[in-house]
Structure formats: structure tokens, C-alpha cells
């Protein structure tokens, strides 16, 4: 039986505020879905703000697998100008 790694997380602006840290880590998630039941388990104010997926500095909008090395970002929504 293989374990899961354990992902850590950099969260930035409001995502950030809502989780109350800039770094998180979760454990047994295999993919950005799995990743963000467990983000809205732990941190619940979480829903309540959109934000992007970024792994491996790509803005992903589908199921994405992560491994242990996965660099993964939570980003608020941008404001061009």
C-alpha cells in the first residue's frame, strides 16, 4: 500500500486571510479535487472565495494529480490594468 505524500501549499492575498497562514500542507490527496475537499474540510471560510489552482507555476482548471514535489499555489482572483 502506497501512502500519500503530504502537498505544501503557498496561499496569497484573501486565500491567504481565510486560512489564516500563506503556508498549509495536506495530507492524503492525490489530486486538486482531492485537495480542495480537504481545503474546505480544514479551513471552511475557504468557500467563500474564488480562487486559482496553480501547480508547477500552471494555472490548472481541471483535476490535476500532485505528488510530494508538486508545487501548488492558491491564487485570488487578479485585477488587470
Known amino acids: 500500500m502506497t501512502t500519500q505524500p503530504t ?5 496569497f492575498g484573501i486565500v491567504a486571510e481565510k486560512a489564516g497562514s500563506s503556508r498549509l500542507s495536506i ?3 492525490s489530486d486538486t479535487e482531492q485537495l480542495l475537499e480537504a481545503l474546505y474540510q480544514q479551513h471552511p471560510a475557504l468557500r467563500e472565495v474564488r480562487f486559482a489552482i496553480a501547480v508547477n507555476r500552471k494555472i490548472v ?3 490535476t494529480p500532485l505528488q510530494a514535489d508538486s508545487e501548488v499555489a492558491l ?3 487578479f485585477s488587470g490594468g
Open 75 to 77: 491564487l485570488p482572483p
Open 27 to 29: 495530507s492524503g490527496v
Open 61 to 63: 482548471h481541471e483535476n
Open 7 to 11: 502537498i505544501q501549499l503557498l496561499a
